[in-house]
């Protein structure tokens, strides 16, 4: 069973930039795509970007284009989220998710692995 595990999140300014690290426990992990989603107060859970792992290609929602950025770096089966520009309505819970066998890399439920989700605020 493949685990998951966020870090990076905490509180920032508005304006301001987090990055948010994924570490999956395997050694040989080949996931089709790795995502993050997050959850907004009083909100479902929404997808942020993935990557499709062979390729390297990273897709995004439009409220992250231009502001979010995924890598890897699939030597250490890790997955960033590099978040620049933030503002409070980025405040969330964001989930970091891996999909062996799914094909859309925005959907939830194509994803078989979740991370515990990392915390980050935006505010003054």
């Known amino acids: 069973q493949v685990q998951l595990a966020e870090s990076g999140g905490g509180w920032v300014q508005p304006g301001g930039s987090l990055r948010l690290s994924c570490v999956a426990s395997e050694r040989t992990f080949f996931p089709y795509a790795m995502g993050w989603f997050r959850q907004r107060p009083g909100k479902e859970r929404e997808f942020v970007g993935a990557?499709?792992?062979?390729?390297?290609?990273?897709y995004y929602s439009n409220f992250a284009e231009g502001r979010f950025t995924i890598s890897k770096d699939g030597a250490r089966n890790t997955m960033f989220l590099q978040m620049n520009s933030l503002k409070p309505e980025d405040t969330a819970v964001y989930y970091c998710?891996?999909?062996?066998?799914?094909?859309?890399?925005?959907?939830?439920?194509?994803?078989?692995?979740w991370g515990q989700g990392a915390q980050v605020t935006v505010s003054t």
């Open positions: 998710a891996a999909t062996i066998g799914g094909v859309y890399y925005y959907k939830m439920t194509e994803y078989e692995h």
């Open positions: 990557v499709i792992w062979s390729q390297g290609v990273a």
